[in-house]
């Protein structure tokens, strides 16, 4: 029993990071109907910057605003720059095009930041909280790592629903001809829902990052199970992308637990398989069948 | 006022509108009648800036715009009614709403113009709050129209308002375009298949055939004179 528990809060702590990835594919989905393969790259390559900033001597604070504030903008940037030219053609060209993103930074980043694995550091002790003589079985940066990407979710909530920029950029991801025709700049929404994605893709990677460590493909898994995790979602709906998400990092903390942790991936692979079989357009999507 | 001159719009190397022009006056309805296939939506596609023209122009008082992106041109004053409505159906009818006046600086502007929307078609008030996806045909109808007027536009271009509509609803909504046009001073283009609804509100008509203009007369003229209604019209 003891055991379940550790497992339990592992899986939530490691669904939240892959929650945080899963979110940021399908509000890229949702607003471009495109697959940002390269937002695993993206988050490795601001955890970098992050890394650089806190080794030369800076709060992690500021690491992780940085980290944060670059990954929007290098997601402002991917879509600007490389996406925008292709919008109009079939979507498979944004896809290769996001393949040669990642590509093109897991290059680039052993030439910039140095090859070998790096530790990163944690803001707040990584180490089980004890309550009197009570082993708690949570530590501080996981209670850290599960609260910021709630609020980052609150936070995105609020702006989609509660703002006119908000509405805006959900009018502009459903229609973007109508949008237009009503004076909806829908080049700059676009821009925007990219850099916000990325910015959730870059906490991702701060959060991922102490446990996963530092390098090139650091983040390969992580956003394996999160597109695992928003397939299973219907990668339509962002609640769904979080539940798919946490639901993916309980099974493989499971797995890994009572089964051996080599065959955690697997145990990813195996649930994407079954709901896939089961129920392909995703457990959350209601509607038209999403097209292969 | 709107004025089309020689417009010449191609799809590939089909010719969808060959030298078109049109002159649209404040406070009138200029129908634009025609089959389908005239090329009677690639018309307002284009003066919406949808579509490119290969030539031509299209001025808006002193302003051309042709060459400007549609955000542009929505900004300018020209509000467009699409084909089928055009509402956006996973967003509610007051977010619908707010969507037409988003552009514009002043919130309280905004805010009073979309109470004139609610005022405009009743029935939306009490569905403020439904997902645009579970309106009827003529509440969508209104929707657009109402979410159209609420950037002040200067001219309104209306994609087939009659499209699905039952008669008696599409009178009602047409009568109160008719009021809205005198009273804002609207230019209004009104693009119809019904060509009945259209000349009964309508001030001027023109009919397009594959693309050309082929008649031009007043409304009153056109629905009156039988020969050229049946040449023309078909009925």
Do not use: C
């Not at chain 1, 997601?75 to 292709?86: D, F, S």
């Amino acid at each position: 029993m003891h055991l379940f528990v550790i497992y339990t809060v592992t899986g939530i702590t490691n669904g939240m990071v892959y929650a945080a990835v899963a979110l940021a594919l399908v509000m890229i989905w949702r607003a471009t109907r495109i697959i940002n393969y390269a937002q695993g790259a993206m988050a490795m390559f601001t955890t970098y910057i992050a890394l650089v900033v806190i080794r030369h001597g800076a709060p992690y604070w500021l690491g992780f605003v940085v980290a944060l504030a670059t990954g929007m903008v290098l997601g402002a940037v991917v879509e600007r720059v490389l996406v925008r030219p292709v919008e109009s053609r079939p979507p498979l060209n944004a896809v290769i095009l996001s393949l040669g993103v990642l590509i093109l930074l897991e290059a680039v980043a052993p030439m910039l930041f140095g090859g070998q694995t790096q530790s990163f550091p944690v803001p707040v002790s990584n180490i089980d909280l004890v309550a009197g003589t009570t082993q708690l079985d949570i530590s501080p940066f996981d209670l850290f790592t599960i609260g910021a990407v709630l609020i980052a979710m609150l936070l995105l909530f609020l702006i989609f629903q509660r703002t006119t920029l908000g509405l805006r950029m959900r009018a502009a991801a459903f229609n973007p001809e109508i949008s237009r025709i009503l004076g909806i700049r829908v080049g700059r929404m676009l821009t925007l829902g990219w850099g916000l994605a990325a910015l959730l893709g870059a906490l991702a990677g701060m959060l991922a990052a102490p446990a996963v460590y530092v390098y090139p493909s650091n983040m390969d898994e992580v956003l394996v199970f999160g597109f695992t995790g928003a397939i299973i979602g219907g990668l339509e709906s962002p609640v769904g992308a979080v539940i798919g998400a946490v639901g993916v990092g309980l099974a493989l903390s499971y797995v890994s637990g009572y089964v051996g942790a080599d065959l955690a991936p697997l145990g990813g692979f195996a649930i994407l398989i079954v709901v896939l079989m089961l129920r392909p357009q995703g457990l959350f999507s209601f509607g038209r069948q999403r097209q292969v | 006022m709107l004025e089309i001159s020689d417009l010449t719009v191609a799809y590939g190397g089909v010719i969808a509108l060959d030298k078109v022009s049109i002159s649209v006056p404040e406070g009138s309805i200029t129908a634009v009648l025609g089959a389908n296939g005239a090329g009677k939506t690639t018309l307002v596609r284009t003066i919406s800036g949808l579509v490119k023209p290969r030539q031509g122009s299209v001025m808006l008082g002193d302003q051309q715009l042709v060459g400007r992106s549609p955000e542009a041109i929505a900004r300018l004053g020209v509000g467009h009614v699409p084909e089928g409505h055009g509402i956006v159906s996973e967003l509610t009818v007051d977010e619908n709403l707010r969507l037409g006046g988003l552009w514009r600086r002043d919130r309280a502007d905004q805010r009073v113009a979309i109470e004139e929307a609610y005022e405009l078609f009743p029935p939306l008030r009490v569905r403020r709050s439904v997902h645009a996806s579970n309106l009827s045909g003529g509440e969508r109808q209104m929707l657009s129209i109402g979410r159209a007027m609420v950037a002040s536009p200067a001219v309104l271009l209306l994609d087939e308002p009659s499209l699905g509509l039952a008669g008696g609803l599409l009178a009602q909504i047409m009568q109160r375009l008719v009021a809205l046009v005198t009273e804002r001073n609207l230019s209004v283009l009104l693009i119809e298949q019904n060509a009945r609804s259209a000349l009964s509100v309508a001030d001027r008509a023109v009919v397009l055939s594959l693309g050309r203009v082929e008649l031009r007369d007043s409304a009153g003229r056109l629905a009156g004179d039988d020969a050229l209604r049946h040449a023309y019209l078909g009925f």
